[in-house]
């Protein structure tokens, strides 16, 4: 079983203290990208839920230990070059967020001295109950990591709303946003469990976003929702000195309301939406900002000029700063954390997760074929919010490339007018293709487009080849489907025709070198004039199965011709899908009557059908078996929500052979509205692995959840839950393995085998004590762990030598 | 990994529909390289064209009275030799240039030097019109000629005299050609339809071989093998395979009316691969000259002129095709040479190498801190590229930053419909078209509306353009009828789209008539 698709923006993500790694928190894990190759390296496994807080303790270089806090209520203490679990502490409440002023100010040496560690947390409070009208659900509390305890009965602050804690880089102060007010708290500077951190609060007309200290001074930076930012200069003097002397002088404290307590406080405006990312540079010269506009803003905080980083692509989540002070991190909101070479801000490298889902606009939210799957390399390809395709291969969890649908300048913050709204491709994955709408404003403008795409040869990316505006006038496409074999496609159209394009690739003689290859339409069919809802080929191509709304009509695609009618089903068949080689036909049709419905070819005949709200159906190339995803309804949903296990499970996935209506296997998943289901080709270099396991898998099945998180694993297995498949990919080196000296310029050496009979085969695994303490002394990890691992394997000697 | 788009994407105007064949093939690129020039002014019909065998290639051009020898480069006559009683039907340079022959219609031949214009011999022995001339290609004491009289004869230049008589020809023989291979093998052809190869070692005045054209043979021309003779008679050029026995190859009837002319053409090396480089050129009184590929059997280029062209010739370095009309202008299509690019350039390395040699940079200039800068890549280097800037328009750059109605008028004002379409669909796309509409002032609203005018019609913006244009009278009627300009401008969209519908009608009307005869045709 493979799990992937993670967001990585759920939380900030945090610098190793080289800058060489950064440690994002994706789902229940923390994984540790490069920063130089941004792959990823290693991962922190083991929280239950997901971890909102990863925060690497400061120190020199080589130090590698980070804290990290979860939903799941404990807080975790690694060492994250091995990686490994250090010590765990329960909280028993949700954390949302945590903050260790302590550690962030001084170097490390303070935790050798045993001084206790205290953090501030962010918590959700269950226990407060609902029928209060003005729940408190969120608590600022204060925790002792070194004993592991709570501070007792100490709640700093109660908010609505669990809230993001920031800290300033100094660790002097941390704060909270609630609502129009910012709660300021300076940490005491022998932080005890009975000290007290003072608190001020500052406050402003609007809703406040996002706030930030400053590294040195005493500025503190707030965002608002209407794209104001604040820097108030000079907080808490009063407070935070003298204690609680208020004292209101208003006209000597320019733009401070009320009896705030800060000298004065001054207004930025450029941004025209939410601020979302507000920070300080780490000289305190500058402060960046960005939101929903995918503009990153520099502001030189003296004189408040601007810099601008713009098109990024997508709203900014987060920026993060790192040890290095040419390096940073923004975090987009379309799951990619680009890393930024800092005075210049060029972007080095990005990490690039799966898209997440967005919404599309009215008719097109609940399409279907929001995936397409490559069967044989095991991609998904997925729709971005700025017009494009990401190809994202499954089995290595990362980002493949993007294919820029529509060559449009993406504004983030505009609304939305042009849609990807399908995606399709051939069953060998050399050709794609794609529909775009232009949805029209007033009445005017709208366009559709068609565009077919070809898997260059040797780059292995699809560049266009053809596009096909308004290819059924202005009606809309309701599918695109591929001939397995051929180069050959169907769109079928709510106009109420189908078409049926070929491609002609005419590569002339060799005296006219002119390749000219496009896509054509070959036929046009229609039945009664009735909306074409769902279009799909026989897996030999030789029968083109089309929806006229409730009827099924067969079609020859070469000839054109008509050679079957069968229905009819209640409501419009949404998707159509051949069951592997069989004689059968999968339909699946959604409001008002749901229904899944299978079709005997043979007999053209209903086979057997069931009142279920189907998501997605994937059918077996070769087996007869098809598995669909379907949504629990709502009754069912209620009996079993009293089972603990079902939490949260609204869908679920069946296992059909076409012959028997009973599903030969199910599973039950969360988030199953929007989702996706494929089977995939067992990659080969995959199998490898798994050889032991006996018989391998031929086929997998994919499924992608809602949220774009994905699980792969092995239908036909019986224990298809607890089997564990090692993931393919072994995690890529740490360094960018660029061929320096010899190697760069001449290439690699070809290796000269010996003479391989008199191989010794050597045995570097029972003889680990020669190789521990070997290697340049500053690679080698601490020598305490070192100690520990050098006698662990004299023991395991000692042990195989008694054998 | 994905790409930032850290750029800003221009608009694009939609892409137009590709025509399935390609519109140029090398070969017509080839032809069409071939820059025209326009020789006016000749008195009467070009009635032949010769090249010389020798560089640079001087072509000889025989009009009225007259022979005219021009120079290739620059396509201006180098000497006129106008010593004829009667028009001069042909000429012919010798295999070594030196010497010209020509014949005119009172039957006299006449030999001149090509440098001097005296004329060294005069051959007298026809007794009707000479029309055709010709000099062997390696041979320089012999040429053959033939005329009215019927008779083809073969001179003995040197010393005035006809050496051989070959009698056979029943009708006025009108042209002839030497092999390329041998020089005693000639063809002439006639107007008694035939096509007779002679061998001059031959006595008896006996054809080797025969062929029948099927009509007066007007031009008849070896080619390049030896083996295949072109012959042009009518309306159409055969092609012989006079090795084959003389049977007909193929039989290009591609021109309208009768072909006066056929000549050997070479497509330059670089296009086609060896030995099959050679083409035919054809010209008839239709205007057309037609390439025709005697390899592949198929007409690769076909160029109209303005006239019914009578004479066609081709320079053996590939560097000219001159062509005469019979309205005495010639046409001289004429290539850039490669080979005088590289000698040039030549030159100027070498110029370039002694002007280095006179300036040593020392580092006392302060050029020679620059110096190296502006070096080019030679040919074998690694070119590293620089970013590619992107070259925004007026409109772009407005869209850039946000003004929406000035992006408009710009784009309005510089004529190009496909870009103002793409820019009001990315306004469209923005949201932001109405508006843009609703801000413009009465000036820009006039040129909005001559742009409907012109453009709603149009099939490929009609999409857009009728619902725009519906929205604006909406939008601004108020405006409209307040100035007496705007209204004149709605009298002309309202004409235009008034002629629009009818067309829609009367094309409807077609298609009732069409479609049942299509639905029967369909039944059957």
């Known amino acids: ?803 | 990994m994905a790409e930032p788009n850290s750029t800003f994407k221009p608009i694009k105007p939609k892409l137009k529909p590709k025509p399935r064949t390609p519109k140029q093939t090398p070969e017509s690129k080839y032809w069409s390289s071939f820059k025209t020039h326009q020789i006016p002014d000749l008195i009467s019909s070009i009635t032949s064209l010769t090249f010389s065998p020798s560089p640079p290639h001087p072509f000889a051009a025989t009009h009225s009275t007259s022979l005219k020898i021009f120079n290739p480069q620059t396509l201006s006559p180098s000497s006129t030799i106008s010593s004829f009683s009667d028009v001069v039907s042909s000429a012919s340079f010798r295999s070594d240039g030196l010497l010209i022959a020509a014949s005119d219609l009172s039957g006299l031949i006449q030999v001149f030097d090509v440098k001097t214009r005296t004329p060294l011999r005069k051959l007298r022995s026809h007794t009707r019109p000479v029309r055709f001339l010709k000099y062997p290609l390696h041979d320089k004491l012999h040429l053959v000629s033939g005329g009215d009289d019927a008779v083809v004869k073969y001179w003995d230049v040197a010393s005035e005299t006809p050496l051989l008589e070959l009698l056979g020809h029943k009708d006025y023989v009108r042209c002839g050609d030497f092999s390329p291979v041998s020089h005693e093998m000639c063809v002439t052809g006639s107007y008694d339809h035939t096509v007779k190869l002679w061998d001059v070692r031959v006595t008896g005045s006996k054809t080797v071989m025969e062929v029948n054209h099927g009509k007066p043979v007007e031009s008849v021309v070896f080619l390049p093998s030896g083996g295949l003779v072109a012959t042009a008679g009518g309306n159409s050029v055969r092609i012989w395979d006079f090795i084959g026995g003389g049977k007909m190859v193929y039989s290009m009837e591609s021109h309208t009316k009768t072909v006066t002319s056929v000549c050997v053409g070479r497509v330059g090396k670089e296009n086609v691969e060896e030995g099959r480089e050679h083409r035919v050129l054809s010209v008839g009184l239709d205007g057309y000259m037609k390439v025709f590929d005697y390899g592949r059997m198929k007409v690769t280029h076909s160029m109209r002129f303005p006239a019914p062209l009578m004479s066609i010739g081709f320079s053996p370095d590939c560097g000219v095709r001159v062509i005469g009309s019979s309205n005495g202008v010639m046409y001289v299509g004429k290539r850039k040479m490669k080979e005088e690019n590289v000698e040039s350039s030549l030159r100027s390395f070498w110029s370039l190498g002694v002007e280095q040699e006179r300036r040593v940079m020392r580092p006392s200039y302060f050029r020679y801190f620059h110096r190296g800068q502006g070096e080019k890549p030679k040919e074998g280097d690694y070119l590293v590229m620089g970013p590619k800037k992107v070259k925004l328009a007026e409109h772009d750059k407005l869209l850039k930053k946000f003004r929406h109605k000035e992006a408009l008028v710009s784009v309005l004002g510089n004529k190009n419909p496909e870009n103002v379409v793409a820019v009001m669909e990315e306004l469209v796309a923005r949201r932001k078209l109405l508006k843009c509409v609703e801000n413009l002032d009465n000036e820009e609203l006039g040129s909005l509306l001559m742009f409907l005018q012109k453009y709603s019609t149009v099939p490929r913006f009609s999409g857009l353009l009728m619902g725009l244009t519906k929205k604006v009278l909406e939008m601004r009627v108020e405006d409209i009828r307040a100035s007496e300009a705007l209204k004149g401008q709605i009298r002309n969209l309202k004409r235009s789209v008034e002629e629009e519908i009818r067309i829609q009608h009367s094309l409807q009307e077609l298609q009732g008539i069409i479609s049942p005869l299509l639905r029967i045709a369909g039944r059957g």
């Not at chain 1, 980002?399 to 529509?406: I, P, S």
């Not at chain 1, 399709?424 to 050399?430: I, M, N, V």
């Not at chain 1, 069968?566 to 069989?582: D, M």
């Open chain 1, 1 to 803: 079983m493979i799990r992937g698709g993670s967001s990585y923006i759920s939380s900030p993500p945090a610098f190793s203290n080289d800058a060489k790694r950064l440690l994002v928190c994706t789902a229940n894990t923390v994984s540790i990208f490069s920063t130089s190759t941004a792959l990823q390296v290693a991962s922190l496994e083991g929280h239950t839920a997901a971890v909102t807080s990863v925060i690497v303790v400061p120190g020199t270089k080589v130090l590698c230990y980070c804290w990290t806090a979860s939903l799941d209520g404990t807080i975790r203490y690694w060492d994250f070059s091995v990686p490994e679990l250090l010590k765990t502490l329960d909280v028993k409440m949700p954390i949302f967020s945590m903050v260790i002023p302590s550690i962030v100010g001084q170097p490390a040496e303070s935790n050798e001295k045993l001084t206790d560690v205290f953090a501030y947390l962010s918590i959700e409070d269950k226990k407060v109950q609902e029928n209060r009208p003005k729940a408190m659900h969120g608590q600022i509390r204060k925790c002792n990591l070194t004993a592991s305890r709570m501070v007792g009965g100490l709640i700093l602050k109660e908010t609505p709303q669990p809230e993001f804690i920031t800290v300033s880089s100094s660790g002097k102060f941390f704060g909270i946003r609630n609502k129009r007010k910012l709660h300021v708290w300076s940490v005491p500077a022998i932080d005890s469990g009975r000290s007290l951190a003072k608190k001020i609060t500052l406050h402003h007309s609007k809703t406040l976003s996002v706030l930030a200290f400053h590294p040195t001074e005493r500025i503190v930076a707030a965002g608002d929702v209407t794209g104001r930012i604040l820097v108030w200069r000079g907080f808490g003097y009063r407070t935070f000195s003298t204690g609680d002397e208020l004292v209101n002088k208003e006209e000597e404290h320019p733009g401070v309301r009320g009896n705030d307590d800060a000298d004065s406080c001054s207004t930025w405006h450029w941004h025209s939406a939410e601020v979302k990312v507000l920070s300080f540079s780490s000289d305190g010269a500058y402060l960046y900002s960005g939101g929903k506009e995918g503009v990153l803003v520099v502001w030189q905080l003296d004189t408040g000029k601007k810099k601008f980083l713009p098109r990024i692509g997508s709203p900014l989540l987060c920026f993060t700063d790192s040890p290095d002070p040419t390096l940073s991190s923004i975090s987009c909101a379309d799951n990619l954390i680009h890393m930024l070479e800092m005075p210049s801000m060029d972007i080095l490298k990005t990490i690039s997760g799966i898209k997440l889902p967005h919404s599309f606009p009215g008719r097109y939210e609940g399409l279907s074929s929001g995936f397409a799957f490559d069967y044989t390399s095991g991609l998904v390809a997925l729709r971005t919010e700025s017009y494009g395709i990401q190809f994202y291969s499954l089995f290595d969890d990362h980002g493949m490339y993007e294919v820029q649908v529509c060559e449009r300048n993406h504004q983030p913050g505009d609304e939305i007018s042009v849609v990807v709204i399908l995606v399709a491709l051939s069953q060998d994955g050399s050709m794609m293709s794609t529909v775009e709408v232009k949805l029209p404003e007033e009445g005017i403008g709208g366009l559709v487009c068609l565009k077919f795409w070809a898997l260059g040869s040797e780059n292995k990316k699809f560049t266009l080849s053809t596009v096909i505006y308004e290819p059924h006038r202005d009606a809309g496409i309701s599918a695109v489907a591929f001939h397995p074999t051929r180069h050959m496609a169907v769109s079928s159209s709510y106009g109420g025709d189908f078409k049926v394009w070929v491609c002609n690739d005419e590569i002339h003689q060799k005296g006219q070198t002119l390749q000219n290859s496009g896509w054509a339409c070959l036929a046009v069919g229609a039945y009664k004039k009735k909306p074409m809802t769902a279009a799909a080929f026989s897996l030999d191509g030789s029968v083109l199965a089309v929806a006229a709304e409730t009827v099924i009509t067969l079609w020859d695609p070469d000839k054109n011709v008509l050679l079957a009618v069968i229905g009819e089903t209640f409501s419009p068949i949404v998707t159509l899908s051949f069951a592997g080689k069989s004689e059968y036909l999968v339909s699946v049709s959604r409001d008002p009557k749901p229904q899944l419905s299978v079709w005997n070819m043979s007999k053209l005949s209903l086979s057997w059908s069931y009142r279920l709200h189907i998501e997605a159906v994937a059918c077996a190339v070769d087996l007869l078996s098809f598995a669909v995803l379907a949504l629990l309804p709502e009754s069912s949903m209620c009996t079993e929500s009293n089972e603990s296990m079902s939490q949260g499970r609204d869908g679920a996935i069946l296992l059909f052979n076409v012959m028997d209506p009973v599903p030969v296997a199910s599973w039950s998943v969360r988030k199953a509205k929007g989702g996706g289901l494929s089977f995939l080709q067992g990659n080969p270099s995959f199998l490898e692995e798994n050889i032991s396991d006996g018989n391998a898998p031929k086929e997998l099945l994919v499924y992608v959840n809602g949220d774009h998180e994905y699980v792969l694993f092995d239908p036909y297995s019986n224990e298809a839950n607890e089997v564990s498949m090692a993931r393919r990919k072994g995690l890529v080196e740490l360094e960018e393995t660029g061929q320096v000296g010899y190697a760069s310029i001449y290439g690699e050496l070809p290796e000269f085998k010996r003479n391989q009979t008199s191989l010794v085969p050597s045995v570097p695994s029972e003889r680990p004590w020669e190789t521990i303490f070997s290697g340049s002394s500053h690679n080698l990890p601490p020598l305490t762990k070192l100690c520990a691992a050098f006698l662990e394997s004299l023991m395991e000697k000692r042990t195989a030598a008694v054998e």
